[in-house]
């Protein structure tokens, strides 16, 4: 069965500080995606960065990157030099192969302090 | 840029009435979904589908109905509206497996409330 797990219900950290949300994810399939995405205070929900779970290095975009670890069914974001309007809920998600649906974590909510 | 569009953006219904929320897609993407987010909680599939014409239950179809008329369109139906429905509905476009881009892309989400 597929699950995708996110443990922290919240994290606060001070603003330019580097942060790393945690997933886990359940699969019997060899070839599946991995996604982050991103909720803004107004609602809208906006895809950040996906993994392949055949490549061996971590996706970077911009100031996220992945931190996947296979052997652990492990999937963290990670969000280097954090600003204020990174505040926001973040999901993580996981579409295994011949498979159109995504399946999607509870989230996690981040507060960026100045 | 993709986009995906729904409406009404707010909605209040009574009890009883029909709801009809509705989204357009203009990414050309063969699968589109809709789910609700209710409050502290993550996002929950009720129905999806694969092309025009073709609806799928997800995990949560009781009480709803879905209509796909055309590859752009997608359409979320309440017969008969009751309280548990108020929620925040979201839809979504994807492309079919196998197409270069796997992730799915959201729309603005229509909040709706049943009295």
């Known amino acids: 069965a597929q699950k995708v797990t996110q443990t922290q219900t919240s994290i606060s950290v001070m603003e330019k500080t580097t942060v790393t949300m945690d997933c886990v994810y359940e699969t019997q399939d060899s070839s599946y995606f991995l996604f982050w995405y991103k909720q803004t205070a107004s609602g809208e929900i906006v895809f950040l960065i996906r993994q392949d779970s055949y490549k061996k290095e971590n996706a970077t975009v911009g100031h996220y990157s992945l931190n996947f670890q296979k052997p652990k069914s492990s999937i963290g974001l990670i969000i280097t030099a954090t600003q204020i309007e990174d505040s926001a809920v973040y999901f993580c998600?996981?579409?295994?192969?011949?498979?159109?649906?995504?399946?999607f974590g509870d989230g996690t909510q981040l507060v960026v302090k100045p | 840029e993709a986009a995906v569009t729904q409406s009404p953006r707010n909605k209040v219904a009574v009890t009883g009435g029909k709801v009809t929320l509705s989204c357009n897609q203009t990414n050309n993407h063969n699968n589109m979904y809709w789910y609700r987010q209710d409050t502290g909680h993550g996002l929950r599939l009720i129905h999806y589908?694969?092309?025009?014409?073709?609806?799928e239950k997800g995990d949560i179809p009781d009480g709803y109905k879905a209509s796909r008329p055309s590859q752009e369109n997608f359409s979320l139906i309440l017969e008969l509206a009751t309280p548990s429905q108020t929620s925040v509905y979201f839809c979504?476009?994807?492309?079919?497996?196998?197409?270069?881009?796997?992730?799915?892309?959201f729309g603005p989400g229509t909040r709706l409330t049943v009295l």
């Open positions: 589908s694969y092309g025009a014409g073709s609806t």
């Open positions: 998600a996981m579409r295994e192969g011949n498979n159109n649906r995504i399946f």
């Open positions: 979504a476009s994807g492309d079919a497996w196998g197409r270069p881009s796997y992730e799915q892309y």
